[in-house]
């Protein structure tokens, strides 16, 4: 089944403490991107990976991290948590030839503490 | 920067149409979507538009797009319970697979 695969779903943690969010795609998409969902401002996009080892800031890239060292591969990757970063993260990914679908995980809800 | 707004809530009867609005500031697009999440889900593409079609029809949904006006609309025919979700507009810029995302409108079906 074709599908992009977050873990984990939920995640609580304090503040300062380093913290992965993986994210795994089974479709061999070249594009990737990482989204943070904040009530009443929609998804905004934060760090996007255009193919293996090619990534780029999106819309609010600080305080975090991306790495694109294999194609099915993009963690998220926040070495300093804070508060403001408590949210709802969304990974995504889709085919740099047939770019008009996006495809997303279900999503990890991060409280940072 | 971009700039892609809905409004936040609509509340409809069992049965009756619904209409979700979205509008956008940057005429600049190749694709316009719409996407819904269901609580504690992702989300989950529901239809999408090329730029260059006025409306597109698929099953319940009727997908209109002015790009005149720069609006997008969904309408939900015979809309059900399980239609309850938030709705989320989004565009895609020309060239590129960033997607611009609206704010999301909370939709509440009611017997």
């Known amino acids: 089944e074709a599908q992009v695969t977050q873990n984990p779903r939920y995640l609580i943690t304090v503040t300062g403490k380093k913290l992965t969010v993986t994210c795994s795609q089974n479709?061999?998409?070249?594009?990737m991107s990482w989204y943070r969902q904040d009530p009443g401002l929609g998804l905004r996009q934060i760090y996007y990976?255009?193919?293996?080892?090619?990534?780029d800031k999106g819309d609010v890239p600080e305080g975090y991290k991306v790495s694109r060292k294999e194609k099915r591969n993009f963690p998220l990757i926040l070495e300093s948590p804070s508060p403001n970063q408590t949210s709802l993260y969304f990974c995504?990914?889709?085919?740099?030839?047939?770019?008009?679908?996006?495809?997303f995980g279900s999503g990890t809800q991060l409280s940072v503490l | 920067g971009e700039d892609v707004e809905q409004s936040l809530f609509l509340s409809v009867r069992e049965g009756d149409s619904s209409v979700i609005n979205c509008t956008y500031t940057d005429s600049s697009s190749t694709y316009l979507y719409w996407y819904k999440q269901e609580p504690g889900a992702g989300l989950q593409l529901l239809t999408y538009i090329f730029s260059n079609m006025d409306m597109k029809q698929d099953q319940r949904l009727t997908v209109l797009l002015n790009k005149k006006d720069k609006h997008l609309s969904l309408r939900i025919a015979d809309t059900q319970t399980g239609d309850s979700a938030i709705y989320f507009c989004a565009k895609m810029a020309g060239g590129g697979n960033k997607l611009t995302f609206g704010t999301g409108t909370q939709l509440k079906v009611e017997l």
């Open positions: 479709m061999n998409h070249e594009y």
């Open positions: 995504a990914s889709s085919s740099a030839v047939t770019n008009e679908k996006l495809f």
């Open positions: 990976s255009m193919n293996v080892e090619v990534t």
